[in-house]
């Protein structure tokens, strides 16, 4: 199958297609889709960047009718971000059927969405935790629900949100069809296979194929000190010469830093982190999108789900702890059979994750070293070359031609082109003027890291219940008014927090749950953020106090608290 007309498809849904310029489908595409029209459950297993959302939209816009007044179709995603990009993909898909599409996430006034909901919904994309919220205010209707999808369900479990997704399903008719799509199938998912979905297919994208995306991303790391950092980002990207590139972090300080420094140097730099309001992060998107901005600087959770045309560059600004994380993270580029850059930046210390990654990916990860001030030079050099080559091939130089006359008449011609070059190299910018970065080099297994964290080093870990460094920064503790009384879980608490706010589960602490209330640990940025989103939310149905935690010298003895 070579086009989407062999997919049997609505015509609206091909013009659609055709409009967007969509001329031939993905491998997932071509395989889930007739599955998906023909009735079928299915579980579908597809790296990032694929084509799912298309892949299982298409299907569900292919029956639609317009008018009703409860929604058809449910689809669950892990974040608001990617609840925000597969409505817009749904609703470019089905413009010419007038299909309703609402995303229901955290962070955004729930009143709003139920207004919506009230109002008539043809799809709604939620987040596990907000659909649970609007199920138990019964202003998500399942009667009418005839499609449920699972999209990204590996990192919606990881997230803490099965017991929601198990909670939401079995409120969802049985006559249904359910799909799932997943970048990995774990043990876990299988579970919730066998209890709601009916024979499903099975759809993968075969290894060549993903191979073949990851083979069209040069990968490369970059030696470089901590504190030379910002100016090894640079000279990299001034060599580099990216269309837009994203730039990932691990703290929002570090976002917030490092983009003011980046604009500081002459990049369009913008930041992207869960402490901003949605509108800001959508208008941060609008710039990056229409080419205002070359430059997002964002934390991982952020940019979860997000799909820039134009990217040609992903920038590791530390080496991630986990495989995953970095295989995602360059997955944003080589999509489409476009070809793609992921360069990381790796400290001394890092080494050993850098080649623990290479390791879990079974693809080298060539180290090189930083280019030097002539190398940059060197480049600026080429880069003005090829502009004025471009310009000698263009029709309008002529227009020119009486300045070059009668500047002649007082110099040599050579002398005058000199003059030229001199004027389009000085114009592209200053060439970097910091000193030249310290050479460093990995050192030897058995060595000992040349530089080490504020822990102590390898094998140091915080006393349970002190304040520890959480995701590269300090962490503080939450107390939460629900405990084992509640049937209170840490995956709830997890889930809780990781579907209201920007947090990854991956950022959340140590948990000590007593008989009446529990304790959490998160990165001492986000505590105004979580507290505020939790008091404004439902844990397993309830609502809880939720303040910072003052240890028992600040505040009076509770009774009952088995600690």
């Known amino acids: 199958m070579t086009s989407f007309a062999g997919l049997d498809l609505r015509p609206e849904l091909q013009q659609a297609l055709d409009s967007l310029g969509y001329e031939e489908p993905t491998p997932i595409q071509r395989e889930a889709i007739p599955q998906l029209l023909a009735g079928h459950d299915l579980i579908g297993q597809a790296a990032t960047g694929t084509g799912k959302t298309a892949a299982f939209a298409l299907p569900i816009l292919n029956v639609h009718t317009p008018g009703g007044r409860d929604p058809y179709a449910l689809i669950l995603v892990p974040t608001r971000e990617l609840a925000i990009q597969v409505s817009e993909a749904i609703h470019r898909y089905g413009r010419d059927l007038g299909a309703r599409v609402l995303p229901v996430y955290g962070g955004q006034p729930i009143t709003r969405q139920i207004r919506a909901l009230e109002s008539g919904i043809d799809v709604v994309v939620a987040t596990p935790g907000r659909a649970i919220d609007h199920l138990a205010r019964k202003t998500l209707r399942t009667d009418n629900l005839r499609i449920v999808v699972l999209d990204e369900a590996d990192e919606m479990l990881d997230m803490g949100f099965a017991e929601d997704i198990e909670a939401i399903l079995q409120e969802i008719p049985a006559q249904r069809q359910t799909v799932l799509f997943s970048a990995t199938l774990p043990a876990r998912i299988n579970g919730l296979v066998k209890r709601y979905l009916t024979d499903p297919v099975k759809v993968k994208i075969h290894r060549e194929e993903k191979g073949g995306a990851a083979k069209r991303v040069r990968q490369v790391a970059y030696l470089a000190p901590r504190a030379h950092k910002p100016s090894a980002l640079g000279r990299l990207l001034d060599i580099e010469q990216p269309a837009a590139a994203i730039v990932f972090c691990r703290t929002r300080e570090e976002v917030d830093s490092l983009s003011q420094s980046m604009t500081a140097r002459g990049y369009r730099a913008e930041a992207l982190h869960g402490g901003m309001t949605q509108d800001h992060r959508d208008r941060v998107m609008q710039r990056v999108r229409s080419g205002a901005a070359e430059l997002l600087v964002a934390t991982d959770v952020a940019a979860r789900g997000l799909d820039i045309d134009h990217l040609t560059h992903v920038v590791n600004y530390d080496v991630p702890s986990a495989p995953d994380a970095y295989v995602h993270r360059i997955g944003r580029v080589g999509r489409a059979g476009r070809e793609g850059v992921a360069i990381t930046l790796v400290e001394p210390r890092q080494h050993r994750l850098l080649k ?208």
Do not use: C, W
């Open 356 to 563: 623990t990654i290479e390791k879990a990916t079974k693809q080298a990860i060539a180290v090189e070293k930083l280019p030097t001030v002539a190398d940059l030079r060197a480049r600026r050099l080429e880069l003005t070359r090829a502009a004025l080559h471009e310009a000698l091939e263009e029709d309008d130089v002529e227009q020119f031609r009486v300045v070059v006359d009668t500047l002649t008449d007082e110099f040599d011609l050579m002398q005058v082109a000199l003059a030229a070059v001199k004027l389009a190299h000085e114009a592209s910018g200053p060439v970097d003027a910091d000193d030249e970065i310290p050479d460093v080099t990995v050192p030897r297994d058995g060595d000992r890291p040349a530089e080490r964290g504020r822990d102590g080093g390898k094998g140091s870990h915080a006393a349970k219940g002190s304040p520890r460094a959480v995701s590269g920064g300090e962490s503080t503790r939450i107390f939460v008014s629900l405990g084992h009384a509640a049937k209170i879980r840490p995956q709830d608490l997890v889930g809780a927090i990781a579907n209201e706010t920007s947090l990854s589960g991956r950022q959340i602490g140590a948990i000590e749950i007593t008989h009446k209330f529990s304790i959490v640990e998160i990165p001492e940025q986000s505590v105004d953020e979580v507290v505020a989103a939790l008091q404004a939310t439902l844990i397993k149905g309830r609502k809880a106090k939720v303040e910072r935690y003052k240890p028992r010298t600040e505040r009076p003895e509770r009774s009952g608290a088995n600690r």
